[in-house]
């Protein structure tokens, strides 16, 4: 399963819906490096921070992560990579659109459910997705936001448990997602 996790860091390409007031208990995780923080339930360990050169249509990048996983499978994904110019040429819609196309099927996910919105003034979007590995079902959601140079993604994945990705303790994570100035 652990090789499934890492295969999915690396398929969304390129995280962060506001939502409840006040941050929730758990575990903070601040990149300064990165400009942001989210707080993660006290359930997962610290994340392990890693880079990964990917190779994409307008050149090489540094993707940024940082993966927490629990034992049952479940885990959170946090990264960020930063993107030439050229890279934001296409339309901004286009470009979201590839970003969810680009994910969902390097994933051989199924999208349930999507909205945009903007997050501090950039562009956002959340994905709510299943997909099929290794005979386990998964349920995930992914949040990515552009701000130019960079994207950010949160990503979060349960196995054979869709409550888990709907938990309050899950959705108020994603909700704590922050920009560091």
Request: aromatic share 10%; hydrophobic share 35%; net charge negative.
């Amino acid at each position: 399963m652990r090789a499934l996790f890492i295969f999915l860091a690396l398929a969304v390409y390129l995280g962060c819906e506001k939502g409840a007031d006040g941050p929730p208990n758990g575990l903070i995780v601040e990149s300064k490096e990165g400009r942001f923080s989210i707080v993660l339930p006290d359930s997962f360990p610290p994340p392990e921070m890693s880079a990964k050169p990917v190779t994409t249509e307008i050149g090489d990048i540094t993707m940024h992560l940082y993966t927490s996983s629990k034992s049952d499978g479940s885990a959170f994904i946090m990264s960020y990579n930063d993107y030439p110019d050229s890279a934001f040429a296409k339309d901004q819609s286009r470009m979201m659109d590839d970003i969810r196309d680009g994910a969902l099927g390097n994933m051989n996910a199924r999208l349930e459910h999507q909205k945009d919105y903007t997050f501090d003034g950039h562009p956002a979007r959340t994905l709510d997705f299943s997909l099929s590995s290794e005979g386990r079902q998964g349920y995930g959601r992914l949040q990515y936001m552009i701000a130019k140079p960079r994207l950010y993604q949160v990503i979060f994945l349960a196995i054979d448990n869709k409550a888990e990705r709907d938990a309050e303790t899950i959705q108020q994570s994603f909700a704590s997602f922050k920009l560091l100035k």
